[in-house]
């Protein structure tokens, strides 16, 4: 299943709560360049999955790698220097501060990392984070709301800017949970244009519930249940086989 391609590879990864295993024995391999959407019933596992290729839990068993490093029990900060970024579900803004200010404060975080922790924070420094905030910002199409502060954003704009902090860290991996949770349709439209955007030159996994954004946006599908793989493969093929229809898609197809 793994080859050339692959940048992020599972192997029989596990995790147990307390005797429940919640992730049962996953292999995944996900292609660079490729949007893989993780699917399945409530409770099937998903962000239990996303917590271990975050480094947000260890596995109980199995292991992971990344881009040829090995990134089974490293703590998240160095699973996110290596390039992999998560965008979260849950609101993570100062309402206070400006738009702009959490962008250049992750670029600062970014630039820490790279350069070495020599800096604080000072007028002089944020200055130099400025334009490239700006870019970030027009990337998610923020720029005209770069001076508000972030808590006067409505929701769909909310999540812009989370998704705005993780290119921040120039992931080669971006994770997305459920980039369209809780969204009117208009911002569903606008966030699978705003992905399908920001896809390019980099490789995506993520959480979705909302099939007709999996259909659109991924290249791969993987559905979990009761923790484990169900299939995995292109969308199409995907919600035909008779074992998806059943477990999960049955509501919605019939
Ligand atoms: N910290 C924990 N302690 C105990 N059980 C947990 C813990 N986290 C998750 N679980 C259990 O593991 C299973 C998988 O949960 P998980 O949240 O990963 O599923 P999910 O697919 O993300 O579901 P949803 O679509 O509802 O977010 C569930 O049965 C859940 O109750």
Redesign the pocket.
């Known amino acids: 299943m793994e080859d050339a391609r692959t940048i992020l590879a599972t192997h029989n990864l596990c995790r147990d709560?307390?005797g429940?295993r919640?992730v049962n024995a996953v292999d995944l391999a996900v292609e660079e360049g490729t949007v893989h959407a993780l699917v399945?019933?409530?409770?099937?596992?998903?962000?239990?999955?996303f917590n271990l290729l975050t480094g947000f839990l260890p596995p109980t068993a199995g292991g992971i790698r990344f881009a040829g490093t090995d990134i089974t029990r490293l703590p998240p900060e160095r699973i996110a220097r290596l390039g992999v970024a998560r965008s979260f579900q849950v609101t993570s803004l100062f309402a206070q501060m400006a738009v702009r200010e959490h962008v250049e404060l992750a670029l600062q975080a970014r630039s820490r990392e790279k350069e070495g922790r020599r800096f604080w924070r000072s007028e002089r420094l944020m200055r130099r984070f400025e334009a490239p905030a700006m870019d970030v910002l027009a990337e998610v199409g923020l720029a005209g709301l770069a001076t508000r502060p972030a808590g006067s954003l409505p929701y769909g704009q909310k999540r812009a800017l989370e998704l705005a902090l993780a290119l921040a860290l120039e992931p080669r991996l971006l994770l997305l949970d459920e980039p369209t949770a809780g969204m009117g349709l208009e911002d569903v439209d606008r966030t699978v244009a705003l992905i399908a955007r920001i896809r390019s030159g980099r490789t995506v996994v993520m959480?979705e519930?909302n099939m007709t954004v999996v259909g659109t946006l991924a290249d791969t599908v993987t559905v979990?249940q009761r923790?484990e793989v169900l299939v995995t493969g292109p969308y199409r093929q995907v919600r035909q086989d008779p074992r998806v229809v059943e477990a999960y898609l049955g509501a919605d197809v019939a």
Do not use: I, M
């Not at 399945?40 to 999955?49: C, E, I, V, W």
């Open positions: 709560f307390h429940f919640a399945g019933p409530n409770g099937a596992g998903k962000t239990t999955l959480v519930h979990l923790g």
